[in-house]
């Protein structure tokens, strides 16, 4: 799990083992696990409801879609990369791609200088390529995210290695057009919004998610499914 407050070197290598990951006992024992270390899945049992503004955020899914879920995270963060690679096609599969939700992406950067710098770069990417290159971007950074060993070294996702990663999912040209963009700091007034919105709700690890401006608080995918399912139905 990525902490602000309790984060270091011996947690970050904890959070990222893949010890817990790769199970034997099959995939709902895999993700549960991946859910409850992660921070994904808290211990409380009840959060309050937040208004949350979306506008101008980065999304998958139906524009119709009656519940809005955000996934609050760092690309520095290994629990976000287990998150990414494990869950995220779960929720896509099953609640993204039937209409159920549509799901935001925010940031909240803070292990080191790599996460502002990726974070922001990711913003920039959004700003000019549109929805469609984010997410393909945002996808292969987790990708291309160092072992948990190397997660709190500095100076891994320089400019010029994100310039590299961008290219490998657009253009050269299209990266450089980003380049330029990050170096004006084009994108720093969106990665701004979403440090606002991180103090306004109060969020404290990665990854941590939100159902329809509500802090996940379940220890199950199928507490996942069942609120969704639920602020599904207080739409109707």
Known sequence: MGNK?????????????????????????????????????????????????????PFLGDEKAPVEMIEFGDYKCPACKNFDEQLFPVIEKEMIQTGKVKFYFMNYAFINIDSERSAQFAEAVYKELGNETFWKFHHQLYDEQPDDHAAEKEDIFTEDKLTSILEGVSSKEDAEKVRAAYKESAAKKAFETDKDIVSELGVKSTPTLFVDGQEFTGKSLDDLKKMVDDAAKEKK
């Open 5 to 57: 407050k309790n984060h270091n070197k011996k947690t970050v290598k904890k959070s990222g083992s893949s010890g817990w990951i790769i199970l034997a006992v099959g995939i709902t024992a895999a993700l549960a696990a991946i859910l409850i270390f992660s921070g994904a899945f808290k211990k409380d049992s009840t959060s309050q409801k937040n208004d949350i503004n979306y506008a101008g955020q």
